[in-house]
Each structure stands twice: as C-alpha cells, then as structure tokens.
C-alpha cells in the first residue's frame, strides 16, 4: 500500500458527523503512528508520510469536501506515481451497522459520492476501500441530512469500536497483505 485515504468534509461544522468516519480513521492512525497531518495545497489535502524501508506510505484527509475528493487523490497518485491498486479508501457505509467495519476489493460504489469522485478521477473502482458502518436512517430521501449531522453517543461508542478494531489490522494493511487483513477484521 501507497496512500490511505480518508473521506471526510472539512470544517468545524462538519467535524463529527457520520460522513466523517474516514477523516476519524485516519486521525486516529496518526496519534497511533506518532504523525502530524499538515495541509499540501498542491494535493488539496491534510497529508503525512509514514516511510517504510525504501516505500513511502502516505495518509491523505482531502479538503475539498466529499463529492470532490477525487481532485485530490488524483494529484497525489500522479505526483507519486501510486497506482490505484496502492490505494486504500476509508469511508463511512450506510450499508453496514454501527460498530461493522469490512475491507473490500472494488465493486459498487454505492452511492456514495466521494468513492464516485475518486472512480472517476482514477478511470477505475478498482481499489480497496475500509468501509465504516454508520447504519441508514431508513428512507433515502433522510439520506443527507442523516450523513451531515452527529450520531448518538450509542451509535459514536460502536462506531470508535468499529475503527479501533479495524486499527488493529493495520500492520497487516501496511505490508499489503490484504486478504489477510480483511479474514482477520471479518472474523474479529
């Protein structure tokens, strides 16, 4: 793996709402790394490097709101030459509950309109996404506003869950041993 990806919208107003949960996971993967994301205005984006022997691993929080994201992922790859099989997208799922969080291989997107932007950025929906449950409110049209606001104090303790156990596949993730990665948090 290359880049770790974190989806998210920028901003106080938005900092602890559901569609958050990738800037969340990532933050949370810095404290646990020692690493200070700063802003890289040439990649739109909150980054840091994790360097790895001879392999630069970088963490990316795009600013430029969700439906965008994509605008700053693709710089980055370009820059850095990172293939989208190199890319892991942390997101929140709508699909998956609370306190779920399940590694994936392409596929749908899902409607989610980061993952959309960053699939056509690429050309591809081939790349690895960590998906965060943060349940659906039950009807589409609640859809927006339920992803834009806050989750309740339940919902946050299975949603931290969900990251703290997906942290801890981590090492497996950042020696792209994948399958392995995801048999483990599947099965935790």
């Known amino acids: ?12 107003e938005y900092e602890n709402t559901r569609h958050n949960a990738g800037f969340h996971w990532i933050d949370c993967l810095a404290d646990m ?4 994301l700063r802003l890289e205005t040439g990649f739109h984006g909150l980054c840091a490097r994790v360097s790895q022997g001879d392999i630069d691993l970088w963490l990316l929080e795009p600013q430029t709101y969700m439906n965008r994201s994509g605008h700053s992922v693709a710089e980055l790859c370009r820059f850095y030459k990172i293939k989208p099989d190199e ?4 997101h929140d799922e709508l699909d998956l509950l609370p306190g779920v969080a399940k590694l994936k291989w392409g596929g749908g997107l899902g409607g989610h309109n980061g993952l959309k932007d960053i699939a056509a950025r690429l050309g591809t929906k081939d ?3 960590l998906r965060i449950g943060i ?3 039950g009807h589409r049209d609640a859809v927006v506003h339920f992803v834009l606001h806050p989750p309740g104090k339940e919902e946050v303790a ?4 969900a990251i703290d156990r997906s942290l801890q596949v981590w090492p497996l993730m950042a020696r792209g041993d994948l399958q392995s990665a995801m048999l483990k948090l599947h099965t935790q």
């Not at 790394?33 to 200070?36: A, E, G, Q, R």
């Not at 299975?158 to 869950?161: M, Q, R, S, V």
């Open 1 to 12: 793996m290359r880049l770790i990806v974190g989806l998210g919208n920028p901003g106080k």
């Open 33 to 36: 790394l020692n690493l200070t």
């Open 87 to 90: 890319i892991i997208v942390v």
């Open 127 to 129: 790349f690895w996404r």
């Open 135 to 137: 349940g659906h409110p």
């Open 158 to 161: 299975l949603i931290n869950e």
